[in-house]
Nanobody, 119 residues
Framework: QVQLVESGGGLVQAGGSLRLSCAAS????????MGWYRQAPGKQRELVAT???????NYVDSVKGRFTISRDNAKNTVSLQMNSLNPEDTAVYYC?????????????WGQGTQVTVSS
């Protein structure tokens, strides 16, 4: 059993910043990838940023240069620093973990945290 607990969402004005954090707990084996996805009303869920166990990162083009993803392997946490936010960043943000055990992959999702950016 793995649980993902998210924090840091909220309301911010355009140009402001927020920092999202996610902590994984429970039966942790080998976490290969941690990251964040987001979903706005009426739209499909999209990748925001991911970070692998060797610190390789991936970002959606729209957030490059504004968002920074990081992880703390000792604490099994991942964070997303979001700067220069704009209204198009408004969405529910979901923490994501890819874990592997005995050559089997397991995907876990957090419950989501609302990020609202006002114009």
């Amino acid at each position: 059993q793995v649980q993902l607990v998210e924090s840091g969402g909220g309301l911010v004005q355009a140009g402001g910043s927020l920092r999202l954090s996610c902590a994984a707990s429970g039966s942790i084996f080998s976490i290969k990838t941690m990251g964040w996805y987001r979903q706005a009303p009426g739209k499909q869920r999209e990748l925001v940023a991911t970070i692998t166990s060797d610190d390789s990162t991936n970002y959606v083009d729209s957030v490059k240069g504004r968002f920074t993803i990081s992880r703390d392997n000792a604490k099994n946490t991942v964070s997303l620093q979001m700067n220069s936010l704009n209204p198009e960043d408004t969405a529910v943000y979901y923490c994501y973990v890819l874990m592997r055990r005995l050559a089997i992959s397991y995907n876990y999702w957090g419950q989501g945290t609302q990020v609202t950016v006002s114009s």
